[in-house]
């Protein structure tokens, strides 16, 4: 299935040169953990994870599913 991603602060390096955003083709079911590891975004850091625009608190990565079509954004922790 096809979803779209979007990476921010530092973690566009998980796509193609250059990219912050991009289609990837997926399985059906995958979870958010899941994508993060296809990504290779580290398990032991907190990320900021929005399913079309919606926040995914961590407790729910091993059990929301993605569907086709949906927009999956990820950032790290913003400190100021």
């Known amino acids: 299935m096809k979803i779209r991603v979007k990476l921010f602060g530092g973690l ?6 250059g ?3 991009g289609e990837m083709v997926v399985p059906a ?6 994508l993060m590891r296809r990504l290779e975004l580290a398990d032991d850091r907190f990320y900021i994870l929005l399913v079309n625009d919606a926040a995914v608190p961590p407790e729910a990565y091993d059990s929301r599913k993605i569907a086709e079509g949906e ?5 790290p922790p913003i400190a100021g």
């Open 19 to 21: 990219e912050r955003s």
């Open 29 to 34: 079911n995958m979870t958010p953990r899941e």
């Open 71 to 75: 927009c999956v954004t990820i950032c």
């Open 12 to 17: 566009g390096r998980a796509l193609a040169p």
